[in-house]
């Protein structure tokens, strides 16, 4: 059974940068999606960003279009997610997920994921 676990947050001033890390152990056949989802206090989670790791392809939402990156290292089965130019609505729990799914299309919807990690939390302050 794969699991997967998420580490980098903490606490930085907007404009700041932090880099995330989802880092994946045990096996599961057939992850072709594994995404970044963040959830605020009394909001629902949602979609930030995926990455499908065979064909490298990689999705965003608009909001953070151009600041945040998702990329990965195959070799040490880490996902990271790069955040630039943090904003104060950026502040959130932030999650990583793993589905056996093919991103394009799908990526957005929590329930088609079937691993999730515990989170780590990010915080920005002006």
């Known amino acids: 059974q794969m699991t997967v676990a998420e580490s980098g947050g903490g606490s930085v001033q907007a404009g700041g940068s932090l880099r995330l890390s989802c880092s994946r152990s045990?096996?599961?056949?057939?992850?072709?999606?594994i995404a970044w989802f963040r959830q605020r206090p009394g909001e629902e989670r949602e979609e930030v960003a995926a990455i499908s790791p065979q064909a490298r392809s990689t999705y965003y939402v608009d909001s953070v279009k151009g600041r945040f990156a998702i990329s990965q290292d195959i070799d040490r089965n880490i996902i990271y997610l790069q955040l630039n130019s943090l904003k104060l609505e950026d502040s959130a729990t932030y999650y990583c997920?793993?589905?056996?799914?093919?991103?394009?299309?799908?990526?957005?919807?929590?329930?088609?994921?079937?691993?999730w990690g515990q989170g780590t939390q990010v915080t920005v302050s002006s």
């Open positions: 045990g096996w599961m056949e057939n992850v072709n999606c």
């Open positions: 997920a793993a589905g056996q799914f093919i991103c394009a299309g799908r990526w957005r919807s929590g329930p088609n994921y079937s691993v």
